[in-house]
């Protein structure tokens, strides 16, 4: 009976089979492409639809490719019809490892170069052109290391395109800023569009400069609108390298309701915004806060903690927090059923700091189960002290982590 299905049914079983790989923190994960073996199984199960699923659908659902990839773009262009077939694309760097179409898989030839065929440098002209075909993308990546016209002018253009694509859940994108030749009004002008992207869940943003002096490639203020008008995120990770940004008030008054994951890393805040943002989106699970710190009040003083404006209860879900320094203390002050704490540091100033620690343990004590503590690679020789912990939270599993948050071998306590 299967068979005698129409084949707009068949479209809509296979869109609703849900790729669990889609979104990509990291360079080097294992993929998991169950929802291509998924859409495989549904194409064997008869003749009908191994012919309407083969190649078309199945082997264009997933696309990641090098931007100067161009005999792909132009095959693609001249093809739209299977534009529509793809749900997860990404720009990936040269070194990672392509998906590309079985069908146009002789279109394609890697070359270690910034040039197309005919000696122009790439310009992203064809793979804008594709990509505008691409209407019905869940998923979008993008990272670069060579030269083109995105990295010095912005994503906008990839944004501007991106707003077209009503089904877009996932954003994913890493971006190489050039470390010179950006004035400030072509800084400002940066990635000004991706504010005006709805729907999405995911977001992972990466942004790399190679001069901390440089201003921030991205205002926060476009960051801020972004987060504030996509009320379905439900992980947000943003991991910047070089100049520290910071986040004004607007940020502490956003409500994200189905927010699962925040994992910040190299941002700077004041404590009485970060807090006020942590107070209204008490759904938050899991917490990084890695290199991010403390902006100075107005009188220039001593800033204050991170938390430093943390009441108790504030984080009713957080079950995972990772962060360095001693900022985790006032977080554990705040009572949260805290079950994973990772990133406190070995060694403590004096007596009166591990004290504080002690305390602040005894407040999660009745959930946490495991604590990473910080431990420089020349001193994994010695044995961590634990002693301290155990006294405090017995039976908790204590493991080493190198600075900064690279797991290394475990030791139970």
Known sequence: MLQFLPTEVVDAIVDNIEDEDNYFPGCNDE???????????????????AQ???????????????????????HLIDHPTLCLNVRDFRIVGQYQEPRIPMASKELVRWQD????????????????????LMTRIRSFGYIWFGRCRFQTEGLDEIWEVLQL???????????????SLLDDDTLVKRDSSPQKI????????????????????IPTTYLTCFLSRNALLQSVDLSFEGPYLPFDHTFGH????????????????????????????????????????????????????????LKEGDLPSLKIFMVDGTEWIPVCNAKPPLGYLHGIPNKFVDDGERSQASEALRCVSSTLSSIALVQDREEWVRPLDVEWIEEVVPGVYCSRIRPWGMSASVQPG
């Not at 994108?173 to 470390?179: A, I």
């Not at 709805?198 to 490639?217: K, Q």
């Open 31 to 49: 993929d998991n492409i169950q929802g291509h073996d998924d859409i495989l199984s549904l194409a064997l199960s008869c003749r009908s639809f």
């Open 52 to 74: 309407h699923l083969i190649p078309s659908i199945l082997h264009y659902r997933t696309i990641w490719a090098h931007l100067d990839d161009h005999r792909l773009w132009h």
């Open 113 to 132: 170069d910034d040039y197309d065929e005919n000696g122009e440098l790439i310009d992203g002209t064809r793979f804008l052109e594709a990509l505008r």
């Open 165 to 179: 694509c009503p089904d877009l859940r996932i954003l994913n994108t890493t971006e190489f800023p050039p470390s």
């Open 198 to 217: 709805r729907g999405i869940e995911t977001l992972h943003l990466s942004n790399i400069c190679s001069n901390s002096d440089m201003l921030p490639p």
């Open 254 to 309: 956003i409500h994200l309701p189905h927010l699962y994951l925040l994992r910040l890393r190299h941002l700077i805040f004041h404590s009485e915004i970060l807090c006020s943002f942590l107070r209204r989106n008490p759904t938050i699970v899991n917490l990084s806060l890695v290199n991010c710190k403390p902006a100075l009040d107005i009188t220039n003083a001593e800033p204050p903690s991170l938390f430093h404006y």
